[in-house]
């Protein structure tokens, strides 16, 4: 009997499960985005000579349930051939759900998803030509990691030969031939993700989809895994649709990045697009560690631009750029907690209680208090303002995210005419 994920069936042919993979530092890579190959290797696995590339392609996609629940709005994006595209949300946005759609495993409500040229709404999973890796490794485990390898290819009917080929290079490739003769127990976590993938390399599929690979790992264990992803992707040049509720792994794998929220995306662009510029509430806080500082209030003019605080206190905003029809609005405005800095002269900026202080090593979180609004700065080592002090902290105005209060959309201001107020901070 075939190992289960989550009550279905995990075929061969399309469910099986993936090896993690982690960065040192929460840093996307330096990939160019694809346009009509990646420039990798001539094929998966080079030994076999194979090579089958496919962008896949969403127009209006929707999931709605029997119960009348939505779980997908109207996705439409591109993944382009040879792309790793990374789906990132809270649980229950619906990026698994959209993935599953992908591959097969959930009725398509409405819309229309290519892969390729074809239209798949009603290809079976098994015909699709695309590989699935659970968080479960279902690994055979009275099986070699050479058995659980060629296990897909000997339902499929293949010869001995194409079979012992395509095992030995996908061995190869994730480095398991010193392994090949040992049983899942005997290995570590890492190593049998890495035999789950195998199982899904020799299957030579023109896409592979990761849902949550890193879930089952600790967190040492994901951090090396992550960059084992990372650098087979740039090996393989295949495309890859990987889904997590990790920021962190979104921000280091993608090279672009589509951030869910509810069933309905939020924005989609690479990981230091969507950093620099969120186009909404919801994907400023949702990316990056520690979240982004957002202060509500209203923008005032009173001996240079202010934002009034709900509590009456208010933030002085040097070199703010801003539209003249946002004075008098509710305004949030977000500073991310590396833009956040003790002022220069300690007169500038404004004031704060220092409450926390949390060493992380090469840097330090210090959390602080403005009246009753709390934030978070990002400082050097060398920079420890002590618990209880009144430290006096300022922002850059290029540095500081505009949003309006009620929609949570951002604001820009560069097309209003209208400069910025004070030309340098303190």
Known sequence: MLPRENGYMAEYRIALPLLPVSLARCEPHAYALPSGGT????????????????????????????????????????????????????????????????????????????????????????????????QSYALYPHMTVAEN??????????????????????????????????????????????????????????????????????????????????????????????????????????????????GLIQQIDTPMALYDRPANLFVAGFLGSPAMNVLQGQLVEDDGLQLQLADGSRVTLHGAQVAPQWLGRPIAIGVRPEHLQPSADGQGGFETTV?????????????????SQPLVMRVAPRTLPGLGERLRVAVRGEALHFFDAESGERLEARDSGLGTRDSEPR
């Open 39 to 134: 420039g990798g290797s001539p094929s998966l696995l080079p030994e076999t000579g194979y090579r089958t590339m496919a962008n896949v392609q969403l127009d209006n996609i929707r999931k709605v349930y029997d119960n009348g629940q939505i779980a997908v709005h109207g996705a439409s994006f591109e993944v382009a051939d040879g792309e790793l595209m990374v789906l990132v949300g809270p649980s229950g946005c619906g990026k698994s759900t959209l993935l599953r759609m992908i591959a097969g495993l959930e009725e398509i409500s409405g819309g229309e998803l290519r892969i390729g040229e074809r239209v798949v709404n009603d290809v079976a999973p098994k015909d699709r030509d695309i590989a699935m890796v659970f």
């Open 149 to 262: 390898l060629a296990f897909g290819l000997k339902l499929r009917g293949e010869s001995k030969e194409v079979i012992a080929r395509r095992v030995a290079a996908a061995a190869d490739t994730l480095g398991l031939t010193p392994m090949l003769d040992k049983l899942p127990r005997a290995m570590s976590g890492g190593q049998r993700q890495r035999v789950a993938l195998g199982r899904a390399l020799v299957r030579e599929p023109a896409v592979f989809l990761l849902d949550e690979p890193l879930s089952n790992l600790d967190a040492k264990l994901r951090h090396s895994v992550r960059t084992e992803i990372a650098q087979l992707h740039r090996k393989l040049g295949t495309t890859m649709i990987y889904v997590t509720h990790d920021q962190v792994e979104a921000m280091t794998l993608g090279q672009r990045i589509v951030v869910l929220k509810d």
């Open 355 to 371: 409450e926390m202080i949390e060493p992380v090593g090469n840097e330090i979180f210090v959390n602080l208090s403005h009246g």
